[in-house]
Nanobody, 129 residues
Framework: QVQLVESGGGLVQAGGSLRLSCAAS????????MGWFRQAPGKEREFVAG???????????EYADSVKGRFTISRDNAKNTVYLQMNSLKPEDTAVYYC???????????????????WGQGTQVTVSS
């Protein structure tokens, strides 16, 4: 069982930056693939970024096209935490951001929500124009 708690959301002007954190409970955090998703009002939940787990510290990353070059996902297994650094924020990035975890083979990045087993409660990100 894994519990996820997101933090770091808030209100920021367009062009600004935020860093989201997702703290995970459990001793086997480093064996979970992790992902960030977001959901804007009236829209489906969408994949933002994902990171694999790794037995040899070689991590694979994937990003949605809409955030490539602006967002960076990373993980610190010693702190049981995954991060989402968001730069050059746009009003269309406004959404509730969710952290998710699942068991998948080493090196696999999971991009589909239904494959994730555990979810955080979400953190609101609002970007003003």
């Amino acid at each position: 069982q894994v519990q996820l708690v997101e933090s770091g959301g808030g209100l920021v002007q367009a062009g600004g930056s935020l860093r989201l954190s997702c703290a995970a409970s459990g001793r086997t955090f480093n064996s979970y693939a992790m992902g960030w998703f977001r959901q804007a009002p009236g829209k489906e939940r969408e994949f933002v970024a994902g990171i694999s787990w790794s037995a040899d510290s070689v991590y694979y990353l994937e990003y949605a096209d809409s955030v490539k070059g602006r967002f960076t996902i990373s993980r610190d297994n010693a702190k049981n935490t995954v991060y989402l650094q968001m730069n050059s924020l746009k009003p269309e990035d406004t959404a509730v951001y969710y952290c998710a975890a699942c068991h998948y083979p080493d090196g696999v990045v999971v991009t589909t929500a239904y494959n994730y087993e555990y979810w955080g409660q979400g953190t609101q990100v609002t970007v003003s124009s």
